[in-house]
């Protein structure tokens, strides 16, 4: 974890041991290849549906092996020079990286925390190596720490691995791309908080983030009703290894008065930010008998309370047991808007910004990828899609592909084009648990709670139903949510509109009116007051795929009656202001009867 010496603030340095690890990286296919049947109205198996930039591994299972054999080499010579320097009584202020680690705690299992994985860097051109905990948050998408990612290229350098509790075996897997928070401060450590895409997702379960309303979550405690977990030192002695086995240790919530107060008169200065910091456990008693702490090797880790990480392993003083210091913790409620929608990025062409579909008359589909603010050119992907009366993009299982759901128009039904990691191809499947004769469907995200995507349905009377989703394309029973007072409108959206965290969903009414419905996440009452965002909204065509620009923030594209495409820029203002101003992504798109 990081050390406060000064001001001054380093990565994690810790001892990783180099033994050999017997790690696997399952590969992932080049072609999309759609394979099982579907439906006569919609392309047949073994039809192409192309995509643009399918991930490959970052690199093969031994070149990720090296990088932790080289983190552990490297660390190790780290920890015995802190050693030295200790010995020497030289302060040791500035050397290594920020880091922490589990005192006082137990072995525990993998499967007690199947979510837990292990961050490990390794940088041949600068001989520089470190090592940090995670938490998996989706299949393909790790949160950690800001100063474990922050300056670093992570797809050049990084390997995850998830599924051990010990520093071997399980599976490895590369780094597609990393984002921390744009304003994290590497002196204060404020803003400490990032998430890393995986080149492939994993098979383990993982966990939510607080949301933005978990209040309950953070109530201070006398007894300990919270969780950390991490390899890092069992010891506040310089030159200690990492724990050989994952280790956890339950702490009680601590009053943020209480920890400021605490760290103020420990370190001399004020670091503690109430409200994106927090703290968890007793005071250290000066030594590592009596303290129970993370340390050196824990940064990233996760702290768990209700089965929700509430806070991230950040920093703490030198030696992790100076008495009266407690272990600090970024707020994880605090940054849930913005971390939630790098988790939920998942795309076509896997840069982390949503791409639009097209399709002709005939049957051609077409994909134009974002640029930021414009749209690449249009790659041809496929025949046959003359049959589908109207689809949408979503990720239902929360995977590093994006599906397609499509309503057939010969029979009606629904259902879903997705990467079977089995097959490693494409393939079709129904989605027998949802009715097709809805007037208007949406799957704007996880509107109950469960970080599941769910999908809502307005009938032809007015009634809105919100299927709950089940992660592996299927729904539950449906919920009726409005009784007859939405007749005539047409729902989109996907993503967070509003800046909390939280999935939204649009309603355009007969009149041109959007109104806005902020998320609650509460399956009986899944949005708030709705909030009038603009007038005038008559256009042919909505598509609403998420982060179009890249910046975290949910768009919308629409297309007018002249053909114009337009980009509105999500602003994160739940009011009038929905949206910046509006930018042309071209002319000519009425030779296209679906957008998507």
Not at 264 to 279: L, T
Not at 443 to 450: E, F, L, S, Y
């Amino acid at each position: 974890m990081i050390r406060a010496l000064r001001g001054r603030w380093r990565r994690p340095t810790v001892a990783l041991p180099a033994a050999a690890l017997a790690l696997a990286l399952t590969g992932v296919g080049a072609l999309a290849a759609q394979s099982a049947a579907a439906a006569d109205g919609l392309p047949k198996p073994g039809v192409t549906q192309q995509r643009t930039g399918v991930p490959k591994p970052a690199a093969s299972s031994e070149e990720l092996h090296e990088r932790l054999i080289n983190a552990a080499r490297k660390q190790a010579a780290v920890n015995k020079q802190q050693a030295q320097r200790a010995a020497a009584k030289a302060p040791a202020a500035g050397t290594g990286k920020p880091s922490s680690f589990i005192i006082g705690g137990t072995e525990t299992t993998i499967a007690s925390a199947p979510w837990m994985v292990q961050l490990g860097y390794y940088d041949p051109n600068t001989d520089e190596g470190y090592f940090c905990g995670g938490t998996l948050v989706a299949p393909n998408k790790v949160l950690t720490a800001a100063h474990c990612v922050a300056g670093l290229n992570w797809a050049a350098n990084g390997v995850v691995r998830s599924g051990s509790a010990d520093l071997n075996g399980g599976t490895v897997v590369g780094v597609l791309r990393q984002w921390n928070h744009p304003r994290y401060n590497p002196d204060t450590i404020q803003n400490d908080i990032a998430v890393l895409t995986l080149d492939e997702p994993l098979q383990q379960q993982w966990m939510r983030l607080a949301a933005s309303n978990d209040s309950a979550l953070y109530q201070p405690s006398t007894t300990p009703n919270a969780t950390v977990y991490g390899w890092g030192l069992t010891s506040g002695a310089d030159g200690a290894d990492l724990s050989a086995t994952l280790r956890k240790v339950s702490l009680p919530m601590v009053a943020d008065a209480t920890c400021d107060s605490a760290m103020k008169s420990v370190i001399g200065a004020d670091y503690f930010a109430e409200g994106s910091m927090i703290c968890a456990g007793t005071p250290a008693t000066g030594s590592d008998e009596g303290t129970k702490s993370t340390c050196n090797g824990d940064s990233g880790g996760p702290l768990v309370v209700g089965g929700k990480i509430v806070g991230v392993v950040s920093w703490g003083v030198a030696g992790c047991t100076a008495k009266g210091a407690y272990p600090v913790f970024t707020k994880v409620s605090s940054y849930t808007w913005a971390a939630q929608p790098r988790i939920d990025d998942t795309d076509l062409s896997y840069d982390g910004r949503a791409d639009l579909l097209a399709r002709t008359p005939s049957g051609g589909l077409f994909e134009q990828d974002s640029k930021g603010t414009s749209l690449a050119s249009r790659v041809f992907g496929s025949s046959g899609w003359e049959g589908a009366s109207w689809a949408l993009q979503a990720n239902l299982d929360r995977d590093i592909y994006q599906d397609l759901i499509v309503r057939d128009k010969v029979d009606g039904k629904l259902y879903r084009s997705y990467f079977d990691q089995a097959a490693q191809q494409f393939t079709w499947m129904q989605i027998s648990s949802v009715w097709g004769g809805y007037k208007s469907y949406a799957v704007p995200g996880d509107m109950t709670g469960d970080a599941r995507p769910d999908l809502v349905a307005v009938d032809s009377d007015g009634s809105v139903y919100l299927y709950p989703g089940k992660g592996n394309g299927q729904f539950y029973g449906r919920v009726k949510v409005v009784d007859r007072a939405w007749k005539g409108v047409k729902i989109f959206g996907r993503g967070d509109l509003s800046g909390d965290g939280k999935a939204d969903l649009l309603v355009r009414s007969g009149d041109g009116t959007l109104w806005l419905y902020r998320g609650t996440q509460q399956e009986k009452t899944p949005w708030s007051a709705r909030i009038k965002a603009r007038t005038g909204w008559n256009f042919t065509s909505y598509v609403t795929n998420g982060d179009v620009t890249g910046d975290g923030i949910a768009d919308v594209i629409t297309r007018d009656s002249g053909g114009t495409l337009w980009l509105y820029p999500g602003t994160n203002k739940a009011s009038s202001s929905l949206f910046g101003s509006r930018i042309s992504l071209g002319t000519g798109f009425n030779q296209y009867n679906l957008l998507f």
